[in-house]
């Protein structure tokens, strides 16, 4: 059994942290390749690490002495070392940075020093050995990965060693310089590597007990998700929830390792299992929806004109939308007209643009615009086994008085989607998740 386990940076933020992460990785030896951000917020009032050094790099280009910022930086990593009793000479690569930050400095080398002095303590004080993302995470110069490359080194080191930390958040480019992903990146590279060493596991740790079924901040308390597969997750995370990013799922999701969402403060909770087909959880046997999500701010436009069975209306103006760089969410037909439902975000001051162009090469009979609309996602791979949901969820909101605009269901019946008023958004998230999650 091979666990790859990435810490966030709330779970490294401190010397207290890192006790809890060593208490982890001790509970369980198949726990081998560790992964770590660098040092996130120890409370809400706290920077992490990397938004300093951002904003070192943000001082250095302008010719502002960035010394009492990099002064935080330094204490905060040595207050780890002497809490914890490390050995680790971290003043003189403190230093060493020091003397090279100009204003040339490359800003990605310099805010991957976060991953890479809260790696170098972290190896020392778990006793495991420090494999650097430089020597081991390969891109290619468009930032993309060279995971054979990646896996070769990361097998040769672990072969040897009894565990090995990798820092998270960067990779070397073939000229050998540092290019950082996007923010949050650690998760890809615990990605890749639990795809690199073909691991059974891939735990990722951080601040919450997994995914929760909705959004806290619209229903009290949400129960967590015991077990999701990809592709719900996939809809949740489309359609608002912010869960992890695609780009950090991809490389376990094409192999089918399973990924494990933990809590570092409470190590207890087995979380969410995020898996390629469920396999039942017992948690979760009665529940038939697995999550709700939802964005504000969208539009319906729908096209009248006698379309006789032909393709033709919608094809020009879905060709007309592909000029203007905005894509249809969801298209409903009917015999003389069709609606689009199409992010008004995306559209921006486009609108008017693109009704012109419609009536212009269309000719319809009508084109009008419902805006303000809310799409509310009720996702669950179960669905589809049970007759009358759709009923029993479209009952729910009429009882409260929610007027649905629009509905959309998936042909895999993953995800039934209804459009409301963007001021009933709210009130549909937290009516859904009570009549079927609560
Ligand atoms: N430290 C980086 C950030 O704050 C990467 C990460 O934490 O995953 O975005």
Same mark, same amino acid.
């Given at each position: ?100 930050? +100009? ?51 990361? +097998? ?106 933990? +809590? ?46 032909? +393709? ?127």
């Amino acid at each position: 059994m091979l666990k790859v386990a990435k810490f966030g940076g709330s779970s490294v933020a401190s010397a207290a942290q890192f006790r809890k992460v060593r208490d982890i990785i001790l509970s369980d030896p198949s726990r081998r390749l560790v992964v770590v951000s660098a040092a996130g917020k120890r409370d809400s009032k706290d920077h992490k690490i990397t938004d300093l050094l951002y904003l070192c790099h943000a001082h250095l280009t302008y010719g502002v002495s960035c010394d009492e910022i990099f002064d935080k930086i330094s204490s905060r990593f040595i207050e780890i070392r002497d809490e914890l009793g490390l050995s680790f000479r971290i003043e003189d690569e403190l230093d060493a940075l020091r003397a090279r930050l +100009n204003k040339d400095f490359s800003v990605d080398e310099l805010v991957s020093r976060g991953e890479y002095l809260t790696s170098r303590l972290m190896a020392e004080y778990l006793d495991y050995s420090f494999l650097d993302a430089s020597k081991c995470i390969f891109m290619d110069y468009d930032g993309r990965f060279l995971p054979e490359k990646i896996s070769k080194a990361v +097998n040769e080191v672990l072969n040897e060693e009894k565990g090995v930390v990798i820092p998270g958040f960067y990779g070397v480019l073939p000229s050998g310089k540092i290019k950082v992903m996007s923010r949050g990146g650690s998760d890809i590279t615990g990605s890749l590597v639990a795809a690199a060493c073909n691991a059974d596991l891939y735990e990722n740790w951080t601040d919450v007990s997994g995914i929760l079924m909705a959004d806290p901040r619209i229903v009290d308390n949400p129960s967590p998700i015991s077990e999701i597969t990809f592709a719900e997750l996939r809809e949740l995370a489309y359609m608002g929830a912010s869960v992890l990013h695609e780009d950090s799922v991809a490389p376990v999701k094409e192999i089918g390792i399973p990924l494990n969402i933990r +809590n570092t403060n409470d190590p207890s909770h087995p979380g969410t299992m995020i898996v390629d087909k469920a396999g039942g959880n017992e948690a979760d046997q009665d529940r038939f929806i697995t999550g709700i999500s939802g964005k504000r701010n969208f539009i319906i436009l729908t096209v009248s004109k006698r379309i006789n069975g032909s +393709n033709e209306t919608l094809r020009d103006v879905l060709e007309i939308l592909d000029r203007h760089k905005v894509h249809a969410e969801h298209i409903s037909m009917g015999i003389d007209q069709f609606a689009l439902v199409l992010s008004q975000t995306s559209i921006g001051d486009a609108l008017y643009e693109i009704i012109g162009d419609i009536r212009a090469k269309c000719s319809p009979d009508d084109v009008s615009v419902q805006d303000n609309i809310a799409l509310v996602a009720a996702v669950g791979r179960k669905m589809i086994f049970r007759p009358g949901i759709s009923g029993k969820l479209f009952n729910a909101l009429g009882k409260e008085g929610i007027n649905i605009r629009t509905i959309a269901q998936g042909s895999d019946e993953l995800a039934i989607i209804v459009g409301v008023d963007n001021s009933q958004f709210e009130t549909t998230i937290r009516v859904l998740y009570h009549s079927f999650a609560g």
